[in-house]
């Protein structure tokens, strides 16, 4: 059976910037890919490739054995590629329900008449928020008006929603508390059991390792290690994050800040 | 699970205070309404009310149009002078070609589909903002229609319109009255309400109204999700053109004369309608039913001076303390559905 998703020595270039080079995994039905690395390592660039947003400019991207090249995030969608933006990509003026089927609204009647099914809509929405944890007591309230949290749950509900074969999550947890963070964790777990392949792009070692089968650790656009599990331990994975003998450095800087 | 819970129930509360956008729009309107009722007499007879919707009826189908285009964040400032210029294009192929007048109708709508067509390529091809694609198309238009009417008529004026084949019936689709009682209104106010109606159900009922808001709102998330950003806004702009192509038929048929130079300056007033009817500036917010209720203040505020005697500076005075009101509370709206919240 071949991977959900498979790059081979990807690479992109934003003008002269050289954002991601020569960069290879894959993600496999039921497993999550972790995506790790510094800020503007280039984990953003590689999932938005994956999510249709942009295209790369060398190697070669399989889904499902096929080799593809997305020119929308519709495309991906369509081939089952669901994605939860850094951003969130919610419109925060919108209510809650209408940010959660943009796109894919739910619709009734035909030709002129085609319209949207709001009851359906507003059900639906509250449903899908419910089973993650969430229970707004208005899905009619602006997305705006959520908090970080919230607002990440809508988009990750969403994507669990109409995501049929791959989530791709860029720093979910990034903004969140300890307990909000465990909760998104644990629904990240809930999908791969579910048989969904994840990608779960993180800065946090602690929160990649333990729902993670596999692990990237990107630097300035280079994959610096890509390990399975079983081949890399908590502590390893950590210092190969930081850079081993930067870790050190800042260790060292971080003692002669904290005494006067 | 329920660690949410205390601050759902905050969140509730401070949705609830977000009222609709037209909410503003509409208590203006009662207050413009009531008070004109009482300073002017005339306003409230028959005569009075059918000159006052009239003078609504054609800036509010605009008004209309331009709230849609705004709630998906673009403006068009080519919209005032496209219903001279839709008039022109009708009036030049009827009467000095001699074409049937529906025929030259429906050329004449081919036209501004196809300039709003290109209002909205050139917009989201190049990024530009609106304003200035669409303040170079308000300028040509401008020079087109003075030029090509010169060269065709050796004046600044299209006329005979009542002579040309077709006109009967065309003059009765876009330019007839109807009684109520004894008093005659104007058809437009019609095409108003039909064409305010229709979009508001498009805004709120359908998958494109869906987009509209969410193009606005945030295009880069829009299209993130899937919705056809730039369809959805080249399809706002030609409903805009569309629009235009409207008036300048009720205009041409009614009046059977049109000036090169007439338009200008209305754009102005269809974006103050718009955001009299809770329109924001910044998109993503409004509606259309606010847009035709903005119309509906400028026309009764417009007629009502001239009811009671007034001078019609005063018309600016009192528009200028509208369009502050207005944008004053659009303002409190956002920034309540915008506020970040951790
Ligand atoms: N649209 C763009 N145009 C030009 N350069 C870009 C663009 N997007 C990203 N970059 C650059 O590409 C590099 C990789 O960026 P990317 O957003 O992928 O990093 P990241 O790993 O997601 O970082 P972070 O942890 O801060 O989210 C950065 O140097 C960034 O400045
Ligand atoms: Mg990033």
Known sequence: MSALIEVDGIGKNYGNVVALHDVSTVVNAGEVTCVLGDNGAGKSTLIKILAGVHQHDSGRFLVEGEEVRLGSPRDALDLGIATVYQDLAVVPLMSVWRNFFLGSEPTVGFGPFQRLDRRTGRETARKALADLGIDLRDVEQPVGTLSGGERQCVAIARAVHFGAKVLILDEPTAALGVKQAGLVLRHVAQARDRGLGVVLITHNPHHAYPVGSRFLVLKRGASLRSAEKKDITLEELTRQMAGGAELEALEHELREVSSP | ?342
Not at chain 2, 48 to 61: C, H, N, P, Q, R
Not at chain 2, 170 to 184: C, K, L, M, N, W
Not at chain 2, 215 to 231: L, W, Y
Not at chain 2, 264 to 285: H, K, N, P, R, S
Request: aromatic share 10%.
């Open chain 2, 1 to 342: 699970m329920t660690t949410l819970d205390e601050r759902v129930a905050q969140n509730g509360l401070v949705s609830r205070l977000i009222v609709r956008p037209e909410i503003g729009a509409l208590i203006g309107a009662l207050a413009v309404f009531v008070f004109f009722s009482i300073v002017a007499d005339k306003f409230l007879t028959a005569a009075g009310v059918a000159t006052w919707l009239d003078d609504s009826a054609t800036l509010g189908i605009m008004a209309v149009a331009v709230a849609l285009l705004m709630i998906g964040g673009e403006f068009d400032l080519s919209a005032g002078v496209m219903t001279a210029s839709t008039a022109l294009v009708t009036a030049i192929l009827a009467v000095e070609v001699g074409l049937n007048v529906w025929l030259a109708l429906l050329l004449s709508l081919v036209f501004a589909l196809g300039v709003g067509a290109l209002n909205g390529w050139i917009v989201v091809r190049t990024g530009l903002p609106s304003f200035i694609v669409t303040l170079g198309t308000f300028l040509a238009l401008q020079g087109l229609n003075l030029g090509i009417t010169r060269l065709v008529t050796n004046s600044v004026q299209v006329s005979g319109m009542r002579s040309t084949d077709g006109y009967e019936s065309a003059g009765f689709v876009f330019a007839s009255t109807f009684q109520v009682g004894d008093t005659p209104f104007q058809i437009s106010i019609v095409w108003w309400l039909g064409f305010a109606a229709l979009a508001a159900w498009v805004l709120v009922r359908t998958k494109f109204g869906n987009w509209t808001f969410a193009v606005g709102g945030s295009a880069p998330s829009a299209r993130a999700v899937g919705v056809p950003v730039r369809r959805t806004k080249i399809l706002l702009f030609m409903t805009t053109a569309a629009a235009g192509w409207l008036v300048g038929s009720i205009n041409i048929l009614r009046f059977t004369t049109v000036q090169a130079n007439q338009g200008i300056g209305l754009e102005f007033q269809f974006i103050i309608a718009a955001v009299i009817g809770g329109c924001l500036l910044t998109g993503g917010f409004g509606s259309a039913i606010g847009a035709a209720i903005g119309a509906l203040i400028f026309g009764m505020a417009r007629q009502g001076i001239v009811f009671a005697n007034w001078n019609s500076d005063w018309f600016m005075l009192f528009l200028g303390i509208m369009l502050l009101g207005a944008v004053l509370v659009n303002n409190t709206f956002r920034r309540r559905a915008e506020r970040v919240r951790r």
